[in-house]
C-alpha cells in the first residue's frame, strides 16, 4: 500500500531563516510524483512544488525547493528565508498510476509557523 | 484565487439527510477532483472526474457519489449523512486526464459540512 509519513507535526523558525520539512513514503511503483501543498489559515490548498520521480534533479521554485532521495523514499522541503506569509500546514504528497489508474496519498501534515 | 470554485461554502445539516457540493473548474480545466479533509483522517482523495468520465477512485464511501456534467461542472452528493461526514470538502481541477492526479492541481475554497 502506498503511504507517506510527515513525521514533524509542528515546526517553528525565526523570520529570514531556513526551515526543511520532512516527509518519507513508501510505494512499489516506479513511475510517481511527489508534491508539497501549503494550507494557509484560508484553508486553501496551493501547490508550493512538484518533482518527478524520473528526474534526478531536485526542484526548486524561488525560495522552496526539495531534497529528493529515491533510494531512500525521501522528499524533504528546505524553505530559505522564511516569511509570515509562510506561515501555514503544509502536506506532502505521492501521486501512483496503477493498473491504469491513479491514486493520490496525502501525509498528515506539518504546521510551520514563522515567528518574527 | 485559484479559478475554481465551491459553492456552498458552508453548510449545516442533520444525519440522515442528503446534500449536494458543487464544483465549477478552471476555464479549459477538463479534470476533477474530490477530497474530503477532517480532523481525525486528514485529506483523503475521493475520486476523480475526466470530460464527463470516472477516471480514478479513492476512498470514497458508497453513500457518496459524484458526476461530472457536460458543461465540466461536477456535484459531490452525499447521503445519509453521518456526523463523522463532517468535514471540509474540496474539489481541484486540472487541464488533463492523460497523467490524471500527476497534474498539477488547482484547489477551490472548499464547502465546511456540519452534520448535526
Known amino acids: 500500500a502506498q503511504t507517506v509519513t510527515q513525521s514533524q507535526p509542528e515546526m517553528s523558525v525565526q523570520e529570514a531563516e531556513t526551515v526543511t520539512l520532512s516527509c518519507t513514503y513508501d510505494t ?8 508539497w501543498y501549503k494550507q494557509p489559515p484560508s484553508r486553501q490548498m496551493i501547490l508550493v512544488i512538484r518533482q518527478e520521480a524520473y528526474k534526478q534533479q531536485n526542484a526548486t521554485e524561488n525560495r522552496f525547493s526539495v531534497n529528493f532521495q529515491k533510494a531512500a523514499k525521501s ?5 530559505s528565508d522564511s516569511q509570515l506569509g509562510d506561515t ?14 491513479e491514486k493520490l496519498v496525502f501525509g498528515k501534515g506539518t504546521k510551520l509557523t514563522v515567528n518574527p | 484565487d485559484s479559478g475554481v470554485t465551491q459553492t ?4 449545516i445539516t442533520a444525519t440522515g439527510q442528503r446534500v449536494t457540493l458543487r464544483c465549477s473548474p478552471r476555464s479549459g480545466d477538463l479534470s476533477v477532483y474530490w477530497y ?3 480532523l481525525d483522517q486528514g485529506l483523503q482523495f475521493l475520486i476523480q472526474y475526466y470530460n464527463g468520465e470516472e477516471r480514478a477512485k479513492g476512498n470514497i464511501l458508497e453513500r457518496f457519489s459524484a458526476q ?3 458543461d465540466l461542472h461536477s456535484e459531490l452528493n452525499l447521503s445519509s449523512l453521518e456526523l463523522g461526514d463532517s468535514a471540509l470538502y474540496f474539489c481541484a481541477s486540472s487541464v488533463g ?12 475554497p472548499g464547502t465546511r459540512l456540519t452534520v448535526t
Open chain 1, 28 to 35: 512499489s511503483e516506479n513511475n510517481y510524483y511527489l508534491f
Open chain 1, 75 to 79: 522528499f524533504s522541503l528546505k524553505i
Open chain 1, 88 to 101: 501555514a500546514m503544509y502536506f506532502c504528497a505521492c501521486a501512483i498510476t496503477q493498473g491504469g489508474s
Open chain 2, 8 to 11: 456552498p461554502k458552508h453548510l
Open chain 2, 36 to 38: 474530503q479533509q477532517s
Open chain 2, 68 to 70: 461530472q456534467f457536460p
Open chain 2, 97 to 108: 486526464g492523460v497523467t490524471g492526479l500527476l497534474d498539477e492541481q488547482y484547489f477551490g
